[in-house]
């Protein structure tokens, strides 16, 4: 499948081109984690070369005023202009479904490394997501897991190790991942979805819901071929 993304070079002709970070933020007590979110966003706009001002970012941020937890979005253009919006947090599950998408992803697409605008797949995928579904996960053409629509990976093996996919399957370093990571609570390794089906448990993580268990639906159309 031909990859929905641009070469970086025709970031010019994109004037509605962002990078995003989104992130909770609870009166009283900010932004958990919110030093890896600003290292990410620095990292990406190098990569773009996009006008990077932490001190713009950091007085955009004190803007936000709440009486309960927000869901933030905050996004930067190419000349550095910072703009937040935010929503209710999203109530938190005790569990999601998930299935395998029949897209497969190009692993060496460099716009899978990076949390941008330009994110048509996963949005169209988490807008036509089935009835019972919670998220989707996709998989890149070497047939490695990569990661979901708005969510990384962990699995607990059977001797209890916590895996990740790496970067090189294709996926976005998330924010959450990278504080475990950091922690080393989990580790990065190559995973298939026959890794899924022997695994002892699994989670899908994202900065703003931390982690949810994951349960890969009984009804996924590709089950019995992976399992």
Avoid at 12 to 37: C, M, N, Q, S, Y
Avoid at 121 to 142: K, V
Wanted: with cysteine; glycine share 8%.
């Amino acid at each position: 499948m031909e990859s929905p993304f641009c070469p970086v070079g025709t970031l010019k002709d994109d004037a509605d081109f962002r990078l995003i970070e989104t992130f909770g933020f609870v009166p009283g007590r900010g932004v958990a984690r919110w030093e890896l979110h600003l290292a990410r966003l620095a990292s990406s706009a190098a990569h773009f070369g996009i006008v990077f001002d932490p001190m713009a970012i950091h007085r955009a941020l004190e803007g936000v005023r709440a009486e309960g937890p927000l869901r933030c979005r905050l996004t930067l253009d190419a000349e550095g202009g910072v703009q937040i919006s935010t929503a209710p947090m999203p109530q938190q599950a005790s569990a999601w479904r998930f299935a395998i998408s029949d897209i497969r992803l190009d692993a060496e697409d460099p716009f899978l490394r990076y949390k941008t605008t330009r994110r048509a797949l996963y949005d169209q995928a988490r807008a036509t997501l089935p009835a019972g579904i919670d998220e989707m996960l996709f998989l890149n053409t070497r047939g490695e897991l990569c990661e979901g629509t708005i969510t990384n990976l962990v699995i607990t093996t059977d001797d209890h190790q916590q895996l990740t996919p790496p970067l090189t399957s294709g996926c976005l370093p998330g924010v959450y991942r990278q504080s475990l990571l950091n922690a080393g609570q989990i580790s990065q390794a190559v995973l298939t979805p026959k890794d899924l089906a022997k695994a002892r448990s699994i989670s899908l993580v994202n900065s703003l819901r931390g982690e949810i268990r994951a349960i890969w639906a009984p009804d996924c159309e590709e089950f019995a071929s992976f399992a």
